[in-house]
């Protein structure tokens, strides 16, 4: 399902069936890995399974999520790329949502970082009800710091998890005006 559409990209629900390649990909990039943790999804079945029982339970359970990213095509007979996901996630340490966001090596620097992660702020205000949104990065991901900075996030202080890992705290507030 289409959750909405920018210029240039295209936000839709992940599907198991249709995103297992894509995400299996994305699971085990390098970046992945290193900055939001190793899921060990190592085969096209596991990430269907990863997908359902992750993204797909997070859309029943909270009415919301992290979604597929798509590249629109120049040209109407091609398909839509997957570049990356952006969203949000329902994190039982958090007070509010946390917006997510990761892109295949190839596709990143490219803006649509920025792009996916500001038309969503924007779902999340006018048709989620949101009034704050929360954002965690390791301490050593200056990269994503950067971007949710630029978005309007302030940086608010370090966590720790419950599993005793340090992580940035972000916040920005949806209220309209």
């Known amino acids: 399902m289409k959750i909405l559409?920018?210029?240039?990209l295209s936000i839709?629900?992940?599907?198991?069936?249709?995103?297992?390649?894509?995400?299996?990909r994305l699971l085990n990039s390098p970046k992945f890995i290193k900055y939001i943790g190793d899921r060990k999804v190592r085969s096209v079945d596991e990430?269907?399974?990863?997908?359902?029982d992750r993204y797909?339970?997070?859309?029943?359970?909270?009415g919301y999520g992290l979604y597929a990213v798509e590249l629109k095509p120049d040209d109407k007979r091609q398909p839509f790329l997957p570049v990356g996901i952006c969203g949000f996630?329902?994190?039982?340490?958090l007070p509010a949502p946390d917006m997510g966001f990761a892109f295949l090596p190839e596709h990143?620097?490219?803006g649509?970082?920025?792009?996916?992660a500001n038309a969503l702020l924007k779902y999340g205000r006018e048709r989620l009800n949101f009034t704050e949104v929360l954002a965690i990065t390791t301490i050593d991901n200056e990269v994503s710091g950067k971007l949710l900075q630029k978005l309007g996030f302030a940086f608010e202080k370090q966590t720790e998890t419950p599993e005793g890992e340090i992580l940035n705290l972000y916040r920005i507030g949806l209220v309209t005006s």
């Open 5 to 8: 559409e920018t210029e240039r």
């Open 12 to 24: 839709r629900e992940i599907e198991a069936e249709l995103d297992a390649e894509f995400t299996l």
């Open 47 to 52: 990430a269907r399974d990863f997908i359902r």
């Open 56 to 62: 797909r339970k997070s859309y029943e359970d909270h």
């Open 89 to 93: 996630v329902r994190r039982v340490s």
């Open 108 to 110: 990143e620097g490219k």
């Open 112 to 116: 649509y970082g920025f792009d996916s």
